[in-house]
Nanobody, 120 residues
Framework: VQLQASGGGLVQAGGSLRLSCAAS????????RGWFRQAPGKEREFVAA????????YYAGSVKGRFTISRDNAKNTVYLQMNSLKPEDTAVYYC??????????????WGQGTQVTVSS
């Protein structure tokens, strides 16, 4: 079972990135999917989550209005569109899967991180 995050990189402030998280080894179609991030010296924090049917999504206040989470169950993949990026968005971003949607970090499955660096 693997969650593979990709799409990170270096971008200037105000720019955009789209992260992807593809699942392999099992299907997560009926699972909620989430994105978390961890900046250097800080604890991991919730970013966004979406339920299995994409009818409900939650966002951290710091990213609301700038980030959009979506999913393609046919591809077993979840996305995080990040617009109007700020230097404080710099972090390693992790994707996760869980039977129920949650903003807490108690997800059952985690992927490796992808680095996002926003320069000022």
């Amino acid at each position: 079972v693997q969650l593979q995050a990709s799409g990170g990189g270096l971008v200037q402030a105000g720019g955009s990135l789209r992260l992807s998280c593809a699942a392999s080894g099992r299907t997560f179609i009926t699972y909620a999917r989430g994105w978390f991030r961890q900046a250097p010296g800080k604890e991991r924090e919730f970013v966004a989550a979406i339920n299995w049917s994409a009818t409900s999504a939650y966002y951290a206040g710091s990213v609301k209005g700038r980030f959009t989470i979506s999913r393609d169950n046919a591809k077993n993949t979840v996305y995080l569109q990040m617009n109007s990026l700020k230097p404080e968005d710099t972090a390693v971003y992790y994707c996760a899967a869980n039977p129920v949607i949650s903003t807490a970090g108690n997800y059952g499955y985690w992927g490796q991180g992808t680095q996002v660096t926003v320069s000022s």
